[in-house]
């Protein structure tokens, strides 16, 4: 395997920022080296997007989302996005760039979710935040200023960590009734906790040590990453679930749970396009500036958002 046109130079300028052993630090510290790959990887937000932060609530429990309007809006559809960071790193902040340039790039208004982060909040918290965001963005769309949006024309994004959750959260939708999506597209999903609690197999940006230390602040109690709605590979239930856009990446260790994920969607009679990206690592969302593939990759994953939202970008 070979990495594909700048994505060595990628590599190389976030171990700069963020070393590989960073997980090694106090959270506090590996919190701020993270936010500041923003810095170091500058993108800027498109002109005319806006964005504000909001706080919904859903059956008594809070979350704070940020709501990105494009400059003209496409459709009737809403996407929410989820960030990666091991459940652990990241923020509104580290991944502000990328939502606005999805609201962007398919004109359709997107919501980033926010939500506790562990160890501080441990499994289930995350996810009960992120089902509270969705489902109370949903309920209140014309208090939110987001009339014409179809309460039923929801996509869940998300890369990485934020990719499990994505996953789950449609598996949560669908168990409790909750809200009728349109689709998921996610980037380089992790779905099986399990192999991760004693380390593993290093790769581009994502280390066993990494995961290891992910996973156990995730789910202190080890038992936990047997539960389908942190592994979903085991034991989940994978039928009535939205359409599925799934990229895995060459050269990170996770493309066989991006796989397996799609050869499972299929077996359950869910459509699903599986595209696996030749000489990437790890979800190369911030890459997009300093390598074409990746800009490519991050502009044909945006038009199958917006396919799976109901409408082709730029239409």
């Known amino acids: 395997m070979a990495y594909a046109e700048g994505i060595e130079k ?21 919190r701020v080296l993270y936010d500041s790959l923003t810095e170091v990887l500058p993108i800027p937000v498109p002109e005319g997007v806006r964005h504000r932060d909001e706080t919904v609530s859903h059956e008594g429990r809070t979350a704070r989302v940020r709501i990105y309007e494009p400059a003209e809006r496409r459709g009737d559809a809403v996407l929410f996005y989820i960030r990666g960071g091991g459940f652990v790193i990241g923020s509104l902040h580290s991944h502000h760039s990328l939502v606005a340039e999805l609201a962007d790039r398919t004109g359709l208004v997107a919501v980033a979710l926010d939500f506790g982060m562990a160890p501080e909040n441990p499994f289930p918290g995350p996810l009960e935040d992120c089902y509270a965001g969705l489902c109370g963005t949903l309920g209140n769309l014309p208090g939110l200023g987001l009339d014409g949006i179809d309460p ?75 539960n389908p ?87």
């Open 152 to 226: 039923e024309g929801a996509v869940i994004c998300g890369e990485s960590s934020g990719a499990n959750m994505a996953v789950v959260l449609s598996m949560m939708a669908r168990d409790r009734g909750g809200p009728r999506l349109r689709g998921q597209a996610v980037i380089s999903p992790v779905l099986d906790f399990t192999r991760w609690r004693h380390g593993g197999e290093d790769a581009p940006l994502l280390s066993g040590g990494e995961m290891e230390f992910y996973t156990a602040c995730y789910c202190p109690d080890a038992g936990q990453a047997e």
């Open 229 to 315: 709605y942190v592994s979903p590979l085991l034991g989940g239930a994978f039928h009535a679930l939205p359409p599925a856009y799934v990229v895995g990446c060459e050269m990170d260790s996770l493309c066989v749970d991006a796989e397996k994920y799609t050869s499972l969607l299929r077996e359950a009679g869910t459509p699903v396009t599986y595209v696996e990206e030749k000489g990437m690592v790890h979800a190369p969302v911030r890459a997009r500036r300093v390598s074409e593939p990746a800009a490519d990759f991050f502009a044909r994953y945006c038009d199958a958002v917006a396919a799976l939202a109901g409408r082709g970008a730029g239409a």
């Open 10 to 30: 990628f590599v190389d300028t976030v171990n700069s920022a963020l070393p590989p052993d960073f997980y090694t630090y106090p959270v506090d510290r590996q």
